[in-house]
């Protein structure tokens, strides 16, 4: 059974920095792609960003793009989301999410199959 775990998730007040990081049990991150997405209350699930099965190829939404980082390490155990200059609207619970390893980073939540139980991201103004 192979179960994802996402962690680092907090309370941060505006223009400060988290790192969210996401593991998963028996296997290396080098065999899918990965995704990062969010969900306020009463809202729906939202991309955020994606990294492809090299580590190479990456894609962030707009809103997020040029604040956050999504990387590997260089075991392929762990994938990371790095957040600068937080937002109070960046507040959300946050979910990792494998994918096959396609060559184009999807955007949308049906195209991930496991999911993480989410960390909650807190920024305060």
């Known amino acids: 059974q192979v179960q994802l775990v996402e962690s680092g998730g907090g309370l941060v007040q505006a223009g400060g920095s988290l790192r969210l990081s996401c593991a998963a049990s028996g296997r290396t991150f080098n065999s899918y792609n990965m995704g990062w997405f969010r969900q306020a209350p009463g809202e729906d699930r939202e991309f955020v960003a994606a990294l492809d099965w090299s580590g190479g190829g990456t894609s962030y939404a707009d809103s997020v793009k040029g604040r956050f980082t999504i990387s590997r390490d260089n075991a392929g155990n762990t994938v990371y989301l790095q957040m600068n200059s937080l937002k109070p609207e960046d507040t959300a619970v946050y979910y990792c999410?494998?994918?096959?390893?396609?060559?184009?980073?999807?955007?949308?939540?049906?195209?991930?199959?496991?999911w993480g139980q989410g960390t909650q991201v807190t920024v305060s103004s």
């Open positions: 999410a494998t994918a096959a390893p396609f060559r184009q980073l999807h955007t949308i939540p049906s195209m991930y199959n496991s």
